[in-house]
């Protein structure tokens, strides 16, 4: 039992060593191991490996937490760290998930396979007001520069903004100036419409966008507002409702409805007579009265 703790403490402080002399790590950014149930490898230091059930890996602002790990001496001298096992990095505001990372110590860089899911969190300043949005990005591949805290993103990737949610062949991010490209051919999704070229460049900090064609012109698809659309209809059978003859009229003139001089030439037209017109002055005749009978 001793022996093996011994062995751990020396894997430990070999592995320490190795990271900052092989790795071209200065004081302040030695990576360092917690959490190690088993170390073993080669006494060179070429090859390393270890496994627990708590690992950790600690380097700057960059934290680790995997299943296990192998440390690989380089062509250039330098050393890679295979992570495997659920591997969880984080970094300030920065999460990423996936199932392997190859992390490169001296140039503080690597590349998640598997299901890989990144997240930023929505970060706000003492005032309350938003300085940077959340960013949600899921893809099979992606290569990180932790340092700069800048990525490219490739087999399918996709991502979800507060304001769009996008796809493309790669989409790339760098954080020190909130430049976010999706290029090689972009679907863009903004609440209803719908976004289609060959790139498109966000500038997250100002919220603005370029968008650019590829060999087909860029296509948009915008989506009409149905309940504006059915209130302008709604409003055009009000307005025709309006001009129709309330119930019980036929909407045409009856006689006796028409100013005098349509009755007249109503009549003419019609041929219908008209009653003779009695002269002024003229009284009437007297009815004849019936002869009186004799004795």
């Known amino acids: 039992m001793r022996s093996r703790k011994l062995l751990l403490k020396i894997g430990l402080v070999v592995a320490m060593v190795v990271l900052a002399n092989h790795g071209r790590l200065g004081a302040a950014e030695k990576g360092y191991f917690k959490g190690v149930d088993l170390f073993y490898g080669d006494t060179d230091g070429k090859n390393l490996y270890m496994e627990g059930t708590a690992l950790e890996y600690y380097q700057g602002e960059t934290h680790l937490r995997f299943g296990k790990a192998a440390i690989r001496e380089r062509e250039d001298g330098s050393r890679e760290i295979i992570f495997e096992g659920e591997v969880l990095l984080t970094q300030e505001d920065f999460k990423v998930t996936g ?34 949005e959340g960013l949600t990005l899921v893809c099979g591949r992606l290569y990180l520069q932790t340092a700069e805290k800048a990525f490219t993103a490739s087999e399918q990737p996709t991502i979800e903004h507060r304001d769009f949610r996008g796809s493309g062949q790669t989409i790339s ?123």
Do not use: M
């Open 99 to 132: 199932d392997r990372f190859h992390y490169n110590t001296g140039t503080e860089d690597g590349i998640f396979t598997g299901k890989v899911v990144l997240e930023r969190a929505e970060t706000r300043d003492e005032a309350g007001q938003v300085v940077k």
């Open 173 to 295: 991010y760098r954080d020190a100036e909130e430049k976010l490209t999706i290029s090689g051919g972009f679907h863009l999704w903004s609440k209803e419409d719908e976004f289609i070229g060959e790139e498109i460049c966000f500038d997250l900090r100002q919220k603005t966008f370029e968008a650019r064609r590829g060999a087909a012109p860029l296509e948009l698809r915008l989506k009409i507002d149905e309940k504006e659309q059915k209130g302008e209809e709604q409003a055009k059978e009000e307005q025709v409702g309006e001009e129709q003859p309330e119930e019980g009229q036929t909407g045409v003139k009856q006689p006796g409805e028409e100013h005098p001089e349509e009755e007249q030439l109503r009549k003419e037209q019609t041929g219908e007579e008209q009653p003779a017109e009695e002269e002024p002055g003229e009284a009437p005749a007297a009815e004849e009265q019936p002869a009186g009978r004799l004795g």
